[in-house]
C-alpha cells in the first residue's frame, strides 16, 4: 500500500460526526484494503470536547471550523454541523476555496446552495458528496449517479423522514392521536424539540430537491415544490384509509413528463398491496422508475448515527478510490433550468372526509358540486347516525385536475351542514 494516506477533518463531532470518526477508527483496516490506501482523521472542529464518548487526543483540534477548513492538512473536509447558513456553509465554501474535497449530510445546504457549491467544486476540481444528505444509509444518490446511469429517471417516490413515518406508523397501530404520539416520540428522542422541519414537510422537501437536480439534470429548485406536512392527520382518516384498502405515508414525489418537473411533498394514500405501504417505523424507502430498468425500490434506515456515518464514509472512500463525478450527475453548467407544475395542475386520485350533519338532500347538495366541477366519484363511505352527531362521510374519487377538486371542496365547505373544514389527502397508486 504505497499510496498516500487520505486524511480527513471531521466539522461537527455530534451523532453523525461522532459516528464517522468511530467508524473510520473501527473500520480502518478493511477501509484501507478496500481503497488500496490509510484513510485517516487528521483535524476536528467541534463547539466543545465535553460528552465525546471517543477518543481526539491524536487529532489536530480546531475551535473553529472555518479555520480548520482553511488551514488544516487533510485532502476531505467533512461537513457535518447542519444547517443551510452560518457556519456550515463558510467552512464549506473555506474548504473547497482552499482545493479540499468535501463531503456532507447536509440536505438544508445542498438544497439551499448546492449549484453555487457545486459550480465551486468544479472549479477547483474536487468532490462535493452528499449521499448521506437523502436517505441516510440508503445509498439513493449512488444509485441514480452511477448503477442508473444507462437510464432516463421518470418519477421518484420516497418516505424520507423516519419520524413522520414512526409518527403516522404508532398512530395506526396504537389507534393515537397525532399530538399524543408526536410527544411520544420527542420523549423518546426520534423527533427534534422542534419537530416543525420533519413534521412540516421541510425536511423531505431538502431530500426531493436534490434527488429531482441528480436524477433529471435540472437545476435545484426548492421554492416552487410543493409542500403540506402531516398535522392535519387524523387517525379517524388513518382507520379510513385502512376500510379502503390503503396507508397513509409522508411521500416525496418528483416527476418529470415532457420537460416539465413536479415536485410535491404531502401525506398520501398508498394502497396496501404496494411495497412502500409496508415500510414502517423509522425506515424510509426510495422507488425509482427508469425507462430501461423499470423500477427499483431500496429500503433501510433513514437517519441515526451509524447509519448516517456508513453514508458519509461511503463518500470519502470514493474520493481514497480516485473517484470523481459531477456533483448532480452532469456539469453544473449543463444543469437545466425547467418549469415546475403548479400544484392546481396536478392530476391524481383523493381521498375527502367531510363531518355533515345528517340531514335530507345534504349529500344531493355535495354531490351536485362535485358533478358542477367535473369531479368524478369512485367510492364512498357514510358512518352511522350518531344522535346529534354530524356524520363523517368519506368518498374517493377517480382521477381529477387538483384545481377542480379544490374549487369544489371550497364550495362544500361553505355549506352550514358542513360541521367541519374538509379533510383531502392524495390518493397515489403508481
Ligand atoms: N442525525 C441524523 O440521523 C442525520 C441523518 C442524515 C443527515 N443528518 C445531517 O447531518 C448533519 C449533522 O447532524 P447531527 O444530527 O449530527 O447534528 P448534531 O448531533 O446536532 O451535531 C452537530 C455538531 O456540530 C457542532 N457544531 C455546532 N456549531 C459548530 C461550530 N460553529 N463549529 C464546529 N462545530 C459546531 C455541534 O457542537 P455542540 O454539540 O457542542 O453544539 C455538534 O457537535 C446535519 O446537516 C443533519 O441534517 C443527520
Same mark, same amino acid.
Given at each position: 500500500m504505497s499510496k498516500e494516506v487520505l486524511k480527513i477533518a471531521v466539522a461537527g463531532l455530534g451523532t453523525v460526526g461522532g459516528g464517522t470518526v468511530k467508524l473510520l477508527q473501527n473500520h480502518a483496516a478493511e477501509i484501507a484494503l478496500r481503497c488500496g490506501r490509510a484513510v485517516e482523521v487528521s483535524a476536528v472542529s467541534a463547539? !466543545?470536547?465535553? &460528552?465525546?464518548?471517543?477518543?481526539? !487526543?491524536?487529532y489536530a483540534w480546531y475551535d473553529d471550523a472555518v479555520e480548520m477548513a482553511k !488551514?488544516? =492538512? %487533510?485532502?476531505v473536509l467533512v461537513e457535518?454541523?447542519? &444547517?443551510? *447558513?452560518g457556519v456550515a456553509k463558510k467552512t464549506v465554501e473555506a474548504a473547497l476555496n482552499a482545493g479540499r474535497h468535501v463531503v456532507t449530510a447536509n440536505k438544508a445546504l445542498i438544497a439551499h446552495h448546492g449549484a453555487a457549491l457545486a459550480k465551486l467544486a468544479e472549479a477547483k476540481g474536487v468532490s462535493l458528496n452528499? *449521499?448521506? %444528505?437523502?436517505? &441516510?444509509?440508503?445509498?439513493v444518490i449512488k444509485s441514480i449517479r452511477e448503477s442508473l446511469a444507462g437510464n432516463s429517471i421518470t418519477k421518484i417516490q420516497g418516505i424520507m423522514n423516519g419520524t413522520c413515518n414512526y409518527i403516522l406508523t404508532t398512530m395506526r397501530e396504537e389507534g393515537l392521536d397525532f399530538d399524543v404520539v408526536l410527544q411520544d416520540a420527542q420523549n423518546l428522542g426520534y423527533a427534534e424539540a422542534d419537530p416543525s422541519f420533519d413534521i412540516d414537510g421541510v425536511d423531505t422537501a431538502h431530500k426531493l430537491a436534490i434527488l429531482t437536480a441528480v436524477a433529471?439534470?435540472? *437545476?435545484?429548485?426548492? =421554492? =416552487?415544490m410543493y409542500i403540506e406536512g402531516?398535522?392535519?392527520? !387524523?387517525a379517524t382518516d388513518i382507520q379510513f384509509a385502512e376500510e379502503l384498502g390503503y396507508r397513509i405515508k409522508l411521500l416525496g414525489v418528483t416527476s418529470r413528463h415532457n420537460g416539465v418537473v413536479e415536485q410535491r411533498v404531502h401525506p398520501a394514500m398508498v394502497p396496501l398491496k404496494t411495497p412502500l405501504a409496508r415500510v414502517e417505523g423509522v425506515f424510509n424507502a426510495v422507488v425509482i422508475d427508469g425507462d430501461e430498468v423499470d423500477r427499483i425500490m431500496q429500503v433501510g434506515r433513514g437517519a441515526g448515527e451509524r447509519p448516517t456515518a456508513s453514508a458519509v464514509v461511503a463518500d470519502i472512500t470514493d474520493i481514497a478510490r480516485g473517484i470523481q463525478l459531477p456533483t448532480f450527475s452532469i456539469p453544473v453548467g449543463d444543469l437545466e433550468s425547467v418549469p415546475t407544475r403548479s400544484m392546481s395542475e396536478h392530476v391524481g386520485e383523493y381521498y375527502v372526509r367531510l363531518m355533515l350533519v345528517d340531514e335530507p338532500g345534504v349529500f344531493a347538495d355535495v354531490a351536485a358540486v362535485l358533478r358542477d366541477n367535473d369531479v368524478s366519484m369512485a367510492s364512498m363511505i357514510q358512518r352511522e347516525r350518531e344522535p346529534g352527531e354530524p356524520v363523517p362521510v368519506v368518498l374517493t374519487t377517480h382521477e381529477t385536475k387538483e384545481a377542480n377538486m379544490m374549487a369544489a371542496l371550497a364550495t362544500i365547505a361553505a355549506f352550514d351542514k358542513v360541521a367541519e373544514p374538509p379533510r383531502l389527502i392524495r390518493i397515489e397508486c403508481a
Open positions: 463547539l !466543545s470536547k465535553k &460528552g465525546l464518548d471517543f477518543d481526539v !487526543s491524536g !488551514s488544516c =492538512d %487533510a485532502h457535518l454541523i447542519g &444547517g443551510s *447558513e452528499y *449521499e448521506a %444528505a437523502v436517505a &441516510g444509509g440508503i445509498p433529471f439534470g435540472v *437545476e435545484i429548485n426548492f =421554492d =416552487d402531516i398535522r392535519h392527520v !387524523s
